[in-house]
């Protein structure tokens, strides 16, 4: 079977079993989903017990409890509001998010942004596997079993990789089925390990912990934007381009953000208290995460609990995959989509096994990788959101598969903008670990202006926001008259 031609509409065919559609333009008949469908794969995605583990990373800032709850709602309902504005255009474009930005970028142009979110998604999606290894391991150990064991590990490696490649590889309408059934499933078993772990939390040693600065403030602010929103923006458009064309932004927008902040919100929040009651426990979750938050809980409840904490990580890494896949293809690629997501997902596995078998520390490169990566992805989403918001009329569909199109080849301006916001971005943040992670420790050359290395802005990642903001910005101004242009070729090439 041969893919539909670049710029075509695609029918999805199989019986819907395998998705066959890859960064073409989705078929108007196919194009049935409805703005709360999106609820369900970004809440699914994020109701991981993990989510816990952030709350004694944002106190490890130093900051208070009510610092650290201002910090984390902020944080995740801004970011995934971010997510919701980039869904938009999945809806006027009908396609992936990394082809949707070539009206931004250029044809050609669009690669350089687009090599930087398929690093970030094989990053995300390696990760989560690896958390759920990990937890796997550990889990069977409290239930007295060598969680150790190599062909232990060795086997759950094969079955999380397993799962993550089946979901990405039957593609969309297989994985909205699977996030609406993990979403109850998962929820549920959450809300009862909340029940039970409430006894740990001692209220007044959360309470005692002083204020931080405002610089420890905005840090944690970075990190929780970075490890939520922001880790997901290059992929908001994928979910979003089965929507009719009659859906509203607004209500795009609103459940998009709904779906993927109302659970972190409550497991961050609740993850600061545990971690604020006990600093062994807030140590231990910077090693294992899952593992961790597991040891709080009776025997009988371990099983459940770590299956339903598999399936959530399992969750995430099905819609990191499956773009991930998408932006191979966008990169120009000529493979058919399950291919591309069986190719991601074969890297995924050889991370995977690396970390669990062979690397002493991951945690901290990963972070340190995480932020470098979201410099540059800061601002082409500043980029990007100002190009959505700035545009009136839909894209023309044709012209994001053709370099002599409207969007043409290269974008000057987006590409120039990028550079310089990544290289200032780069200069306001710091490698916050040295030594796990000694090949990043490049950051921070511009540091000297706000205090130096050691001051307390230093581990406020001032760059992430630097990014966006200055991104957004400029191309708000600079290319609102090359937008213009672009439209009204749309409206003559239509009469």
């Known amino acids: 079977m041969t893919s539909p031609a670049p710029g075509t509409a695609a029918p999805l065919v199989g019986g819907r079993v395998i998705e066959t559609a890859g960064i073409e333009i989705i078929a108007e008949s196919e194009r049935t989903a409805t703005p709360r469908d999106l609820f369900w794969p970004w809440f699914a995605a994020n109701v991981s017990v993990f989510g816990m583990s952030y709350g004694s990373w944002v106190l490890g800032f130093g900051i208070s409890f009510w610092q650290a709850v201002l910090v984390s709602t902020i944080g995740i309902v801004v970011s995934f509001l971010l997510c919701g504005l980039i869904a938009i255009a999945g809806k006027r474009g009908s396609a992936p998010t990394m082809v949707l930005s070539r009206a931004a970028f250029g044809v050609h142009g669009q690669k350089v942004p687009g090599v930087v979110s398929w690093l970030t998604s094989i990053g995300w999606e390696t990760f989560l596997a690896i958390m759920a290894v990990l937890a796997t391991a550990t889990v069977i150990t409290q239930l007295g ?8 590990k060795v ?21 909205m ?21 409430i006894p740990h939390i001692d209220l007044a040693t959360v309470l005692a912990r002083p204020d931080g600065s405002i610089g420890q403030v905005i840090g944690a602010l970075v990190m929780v934007m970075t490890g939520f ?14 929507q009719a064309r009659t859906a509203s932004d607004g209500a795009i927008v609103a459940w998009n953000t709904i779906g993927g902040s109302l659970a972190p919100v409550i497991l961050v929040v609740f993850g600061t208290l545990l971690a604020g009651s006990d600093e062994n426990l807030a140590d231990a979750v910077a090693d294992d995460p ?29 819609l990191g995959i499956y773009s991930s896949g998408l932006t191979l293809l966008s990169l120009g690629i000529r493979i058919p989509r399950p291919t591309a997501a069986a190719i991601d997902g074969l890297i995924l596995t050889i991370g995977t096994i690396w970390v669990v078998f062979f690397a002493t520390d991951f945690l901290g490169p990963f972070q340190s990788f995480l932020i470098t990566l979201g410099v540059p992805l800061a601002s082409w989403a500043g980029i ?13 569909e044709a012209a994001l598969f053709d370099a002599r199109g409207r969007y043409g080849a290269w974008d000057r301006t987006s590409i120039g903008t990028m550079a310089v916001a990544s290289a200032i971005g780069w200069g306001l943040v710091v490698n916050q670990f040295a030594e796990a992670a000694p090949w990043n420790n490049w950051q921070g050359y511009l540091l000297g202006v706000v205090g130096g290395k050691e001051g307390d802005w230093a581990y406020a990642n001032l760059g992430v926001f630097v990014a966006l903001v200055l991104s957004f910005a400029v191309a708000w101004f600079a290319r609102r008259g090359r937008i213009r242009e672009q439209e009204r070729g749309g409206r003559a090439r239509a009469s």
Not at 177 to 183: D, E, H, M
Not at 229 to 242: C, K, Q, V
Not at 298 to 312: G, K, N, R
């Open 177 to 197: 089925k699977l996030q609406s059934v993990l979403t109850w499933l998962t929820g549920a078993v959450t809300i009862l390990y909340v029940v039970l772990t």
């Open 290 to 318: 899952i593992g961790a938050l597991a040891t709080l809980l009776p025997i009988w409840v371990l099983v459940p609990f770590l299956l339903t904490a598999v399936l959530a990580l399992v969750s995430g890494a099905v």
């Open 229 to 242: 929103g922001l880790g997901w923006i290059n992929i908001a458009a994928d979910w979003s381009r089965y």
């Open 145 to 152: 079993g060598d969680g150790q064991n190599v062909a232990l």
């Open 384 to 396: 990007l959101i100002a190009d959505i918001l700035t545009r009136r009329a839909d894209y023309d």
């Open 155 to 175: 086997i759950a490696t094969v079955i999380v990789a397993a799962l993550i490649v089946a979901a990405s590889v039957l593609g969309y309408h297989t994985i």
